[in-house]
């Protein structure tokens, strides 16, 4: 948009642009700026315009920008440009994820790259690495403290391996996804390091108190994110001799964004990590970026400007990278990471389906879909140009973040329901054979989430353990089951490392003193490659898994139909351990899928005139794509085998 204001401000940047940025080919740099331009200066001078040094921050914020164009390599320039004529690429079907740690999945960097034929042989094409930037040697919260932004930690390897890697990836058609810590520094961070020596100008860059006055304000309203090992949300620093707010652990210390210096830091670090060639950005804790007296802190309107201003900077140095939110937040909150009262996403275009994650697990604990049915239904239509991360489990814990209103629309009662969650995938009610692991137990609210990997989650552990194969064939279906549901919701699937085998918890980092009191660390292995070779071997659980996947895999990446344009629709059946949705191609609509998933333990049918408008699907020959089969039918009743999904199609082919 054209607005006088903002463009004499604009002539006034360039005018006084260093002279090395002057002679520099700049043509795309300046379309791009011109044209985002009226909303950088609204968004920066709504949440910076009080202060006296405005006019110099932006032509800061302008000059960064710039330099990083510069700096931006050929490739990546072209990609962009590539990128921006075919603008819905990453809405494809095509894509599959996988989020690892770099030296979980191998030793390091260059091991990394040669394990990749692994991804191809999957199919995984986006590949997110957990970060790997330099933090303590101790307790770093596995990686997310960082102690440099800049450098990649002497374990993985260096930045050469890097973008080695990211080359490497390329060639063959693979995202590349790198984290950048958003929120918070590690305390041995340069600027916690000058803060605490007492340099006002770094002290400024965090919330730092002489006293426990406003910290106590704070705390009146603030959750706690880590209530069993970081009580309170302030960490007394001795050196300092002041308060420092730490929302996650006391060595994680939360950056001041209503500081521009901090913003501008921030963006070139995303720049830079663009630059090494990352596609993708996860940009983790976006929630908590904005802190205000009487609020939560999390969700607040100028973190969500602080993320549009971020999007419309990074649109004009390296528009062909994408921002992932990661908002583990209540589901009407997620959806807003996309941007408000926009068509296109102008904030994060991809964002983590945490609501769809819990909701699947409420699903698998009680055999029925009656809430994953309510929250979907509630879960609003997407922005264009937008989509999600749908998972299954993750790095990290699993939180119950259903809405209330829905759990109490299906008549439960949200406490007990949580707790009967919770000591479901403990083990601890009776007949789970759960071995999930309480995590950020709270003891003034009665909360927790769950550590655990997948096929311990599910029962698989407990049933090779017991011998039983009935156990060890219902808990291989569950996985699949839940995969078939990530695969074909709409949104980029992403796989946990590890799970594709069937990894089962790991209890080694109890040994680790830096770990020992972190329970996530149990579903954060280190791949065992003997392991992985049964793939190959027909008989074992990691064959089993591992070609089930890569079938579901090269199908789901055939059907058009599961690209993700708010192309979905949600079909209400009256039997409630299923889960029924039909997806259509978007330009192409008599193109479609219909999705079933059945969340019990016996075999339950789904009459066909539950399905209403959708009963086309009654004519043809009803045929699942992933299994090739034709389901049994019984009169005007489809059967679905116990813990079974169809993606079944009618058409012929
Ligand atoms: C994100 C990460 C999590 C980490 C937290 C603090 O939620 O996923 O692992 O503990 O941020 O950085």
């Not at 596995?142 to 390897?157: H, T």
């Not at 006055?213 to 994110?225: D, G, I, Q």
């Not at 009169?635 to 993606?647: G, N, Q, R, V």
């Amino acid at each position: 948009m054209y607005e006088q204001v903002s463009h004499s401000l604009l002539n006034d940047i360039l005018t006084d642009l260093k002279p090395e940025i002057h002679k520099q080919d700049l043509r795309h740099f300046y379309t791009r700026l011109g044209a985002n331009f009226y909303s950088i200066y609204s968004l920066f001078f709504t949440l910076y315009g009080k202060r006296d040094d405005v006019d110099q921050q932006m032509q800061k914020l302008v000059e960064t920008m710039a330099r990083q164009y510069i700096g931006r390599p050929e490739p990546l320039r072209e990609s962009d440009i590539a990128r921006e004529k075919d603008h819905n690429w990453f809405l494809s079907q095509e894509w599959v994820g996988m989020a690892q740690y770099a030296d979980g999945y191998a030793q390091n960097l260059s091991e990394l790259r040669q394990r990749m034929h692994y991804f191809l042989e999957l199919g995984v094409n986006m590949v997110h690495l957990m970060p790997m930037m330099q933090c303590p040697s101790g307790a770093s919260d596995g990686g997310y403290a960082v102690s440099d932004f800049r450098q990649i930690n002497k374990r993985f390897g260096s930045l050469e391996d890097l973008q080695q890697l990211a080359e490497e990836f390329h060639k063959y058609g693979i995202l590349l996804t790198l984290d950048v810590v958003l929120n918070h520094t590690s305390n041995e961070h340069e600027w916690a390091q000058k803060a605490r020596s007492g340099d006002p100008k770094f002290q400024d860059y965090y919330y730092i108190f002489d006293n426990r006055e406003v910290p106590e304000m704070f705390e009146a309203t603030m959750p706690e994110v880590f209530p069993e090992t970081a009580p309170g949300n302030f960490t007394w620093d001795e050196s300092m001799g002041k308060w420092v707010m730490t929302v996650f652990n006391d060595y994680q210390w939360d950056l001041n964004y209503g500081n521009p210096a901090v913003f501008i830091e921030m963006l070139d670090i995303i720049l830079y990590w663009a630059n090494q060639g990352a596609d993708i950005l996860r940009l983790d804790a976006v929630a908590f970026l904005w802190k205000k007296i009487g609020s939560l802190c999390q969700n607040e309107r100028e973190a969500h400007l602080l993320l549009q201003l971020l999007k419309d900077c990074c649109q004009v140095t390296a528009p062909g990278v994408l921002f992932i939110a990661e908002a583990i937040v209540a589901p009407v909150e997620i959806i807003k990471y996309f941007g408000e009262d926009a068509i296109n996403a102008k904030e994060c275009e991809i964002a983590y389906n945490a609501s769809l994650m819990a909701l699947l697990w409420d699903a698998i604990a009680t055999k029925n879909a009656k809430l994953l049915n309510q929250g979907i239904q509630n879960l609003p239509d997407k922005l264009e140009r937008a989509t999600w991360l749908n998972y299954i489990r993750c790095h990290d814990d699993i939180g119950l973040g259903y809405d209330d209103n829905d759990i109490r629309a299906v008549n439960y009662e949200p406490y007990a329901h949580r707790q009967f969650l919770i000591d479901y995938y403990t083990g601890k009610y009776k007949g789970s054979s759960s071995r999930g692991l309480p995590f950020g137990y709270n003891d003034k609210t009665g909360d927790s989430r769950i550590s655990g990997s997948l096929a311990s989650l599910v029962g698989l552990e407990a049933a090779l353990e017991s011998g039983d194969q009935k156990e060890i064939d219902d808990a291989v279906k569950i996985i699949l089951l839940l995969h078939g549901i990530t695969m074909s919701f709409g949104g980029m699937p992403l796989l946990y490392y590890g799970d594709e085998i069937g990894t089962l918890n790991d209890r080694s980092y109890i040994e680790d003193p830096a770990k020992a009191n972190d329970s996530r660390w149990t579903h954060r292995p280190r791949i065992k490659w003997e392991n992985v070779e049964l793939r190959n071997t027909p008989g074992t659980i990691e064959h089993q898994l591992f070609s089930a996947l890569k079938k579901m895999i090269a199908v789901r990446k055939e059907i058009p139909a599961f690209a993700d344009f708010n192309n979905r629709k949600l079909l209400q059946v009256s039997n409630p351990h299923l889960f029924v949705f039909s997806r259509f191609q978007y330009d192409q609509p008599a193109n479609r899928v219909l999705v079933i998933a059945n969340f019990d333990h016996a075999p339950q049918y789904l009459g066909l005139e539950d399905l209403g408008r959708e009963a086309y699907f009654r004519t043809g020959t009803l045929r699942d794509l992933y299994s090739g089969e034709s389901p049994i039918m019984h009169k005007e009743d489809l059967i679905i085998p116990s813990h079974t999904f169809y993606w079944l199609s009618d058409q012929l082919s």
